[in-house]
């Protein structure tokens, strides 16, 4: 078992296409590894093996011609804790639903259950995935395994630190201002932010809001490939939701082209980076001249995207949140009230010009695109900090005023609407992971996956998760 536990979904998944391995197998895998490595990282402190034992057990009893699409064969899987999982609790990081049990699943969980995920438990995550940080009132704290005692970064923190220590070989997660490719970043692992409705999910509150995606977390590209095509494909209950590619995303990986000129970017233009965190990342983008016509050093006009991003998430947490306000106030963080709050003070003015802002943003990516292929920059600003630092304050001398701003590199991207991919790309001396975000025009997301493929098969950064987390003396 602690050889399954170490190898890849891909692989996992071709064992369990064989016969070689059977659900229960993996299930017991899962769970002994859950066992032994969460009292240290608390990645996934609900757990569901009774359900996910009698989906695998229905499963069996069905043959490949019954279930043409079930390519998942049987794997053990994640799903975020602010997504709901039928008959599992389900607290979105909350003192509110601390004891909320769902009574539906979200389309996105069942059509990976329907394509043969088995779901093992709820990924921790911060109240509403609100910050770049994983604690909450209900679950404490998650760590990250390559130091105990950092943050894996957030909002799916749970779901990074469940790939990087074994505890599953796949693990959905979702994306505001950064919320996949942060905790990516942190440990090593990969994270993609897809397009919007590129994956369907809900019922939603704000079905028509393209802010929030749902998107898939591997410990490589392939395996991320793999969970994206699975979790791909339109659905009435999400409107104006994308259909599955033609052309799978694992078949895409299968040929990666000559790509044209590439641009990066240190800092988009606007944001500190730690010294550290630039020089590991110039270096990787000086690297990627292996696969196309050239790097240059050139990004889009994003000097409003800050403030567009801030203005219209705001928008969101009044949207939902509002009535948690009035009637829970003393139960909410004070991370999630500011931005509660920020929200009401917003006029009709506010929001029109930021809507009509990000229309001019995007005609300036598209026209970039155009030009550039891709657009490469360091996920995060900053390594991985310390767990009990509730947010990143400072800089290279430059004093952040809100909870949100030190994640300015991942949401500045969101309000491109383009999809964007972290892998690791080095090491910092003291050796925590850094991740690069790949950015590609939008609904090109076979295109990202690629260009994260073609770095990917060059190093060895992907291997080198902790599996057994690692705890100072």
């Known amino acids: ?61 069905e043959s490949a011609a019954d279930r043409p699409n079930m390519h998942l064969h049987g794997l053990p899987i994640a799903i975020k804790d ?10 979105s990081g909350s003192p509110i639903f601390a004891d909320r049990v769902a009574d539906y699943s979200d389309v996105m969980v069942e059509r990976l259950e329907e394509r043969g995920g088995l779901v093992v438990g709820k990924s921790n995550t911060p109240e ?72 369907a999910h809900g019922p939603l509150r704000l079905p028509f809001s393209t802010y929030s995606v749902e998107g898939p977390m591997g410990r490589n590209v392939p395996d991320t490939a793999l969970l994206l095509d699975m979790m791909s494909g339109a659905h009435t209950l999400d409107p104006s939701s994308l259909p599955a590619p033609e052309v799978s995303y694992v078949d895409s990986l299968k040929s990666i082209p000559k790509f044209g000129r590439v641009a990066y970017s240190p800092d988009l233009g606007q944001c500190p980076v730690d010294p550290e965190v630039a020089e590991i990342c110039a270096k990787a983008a000086a690297d990627f001249i292996r696969y196309c016509d050239g790097v240059d050093e050139a990004c889009p006009d994003l000097h409003d995207a800050e403030e567009i991003f801030q203005t219209l998430r705001a928008q969101i947490f009044i949207a939902n949140h509002a009535p948690l306000l009035a009637e829970h106030r003393d139960k909410l963080k004070p991370e999630v009230i500011w931005n509660i709050e920020k929200g009401a003070k917003l006029n009709a003015d506010d929001i029109g010009a930021a809507q009509r802002a990000q229309g001019d943003l995007y005609q300036r990516v598209v026209k970039f695109f155009s030009e550039y292929d891709f657009l490469l920059t360091p996920t995060s600003i ?27 590199l991942p949401s500045m991207i ?21 991740g690069l975000q790949i950015v590609g025009p939008n609904a090109r997301e076979d295109r990202v996956l690629q260009a994260a493929f073609a770095f990917e098969r060059d190093h060895d950064f992907a291997a080198r998760v902790p599996i057994d987390p690692i705890t100072p003396s």
Request: glycine share 10%.
């Open 128 to 199: 509403f995935g609100a910050g770049g940080q994983t604690f909450n009132e209900v679950f404490g704290t998650t760590t990250n395994p390559w130091n105990t005692d950092l943050t894996p970064g957030g909002s799916s923190g749970g779901a990074a630190v469940a790939l990087a220590t074994g505890q599953v070989w796949l693990a959905q997660g979702s994306d505001l201002g950064g919320s996949l490719r942060t905790p990516a970043s942190f440990t090593g692992i990969v994270g993609l932010r897809p397009s919007p409705k590129r994956v």
């Open 1 to 61: 078992m602690s050889d399954l536990v170490k190898m890849t979904a891909t692989e996992v998944v071709g064992l369990l296409k064989e016969g070689k391995v059977s659900p229960g197998e993996l299930l017991d895998a899962s769970e002994a590894r859950i066992k032994e490595t969460d009292g240290a990282v608390n990645a996934m402190p609900t757990l569901c093996f009774d359900r996910a034992r009698a989906h695998a057990a229905r499963l069996e009893k």
């Open 414 to 434: 969101t309000v491109t609407n383009c999809p964007a991919i972290s892998i690791p790309c080095g090491f910092t001396k003291s050796g925590l992971p850094v």
């Open 382 to 408: 900053v390594p991985a900090f310390p767990h009990n630092m509730r947010y990143v304050e400072e800089v290279n001398g430059v004093k952040f005023d809100n909870y949100m701003s030190w994640l300015a």
């Open 82 to 91: 602010l997504t709901p999982v039928k008959d599992v609790r389900f607290t």
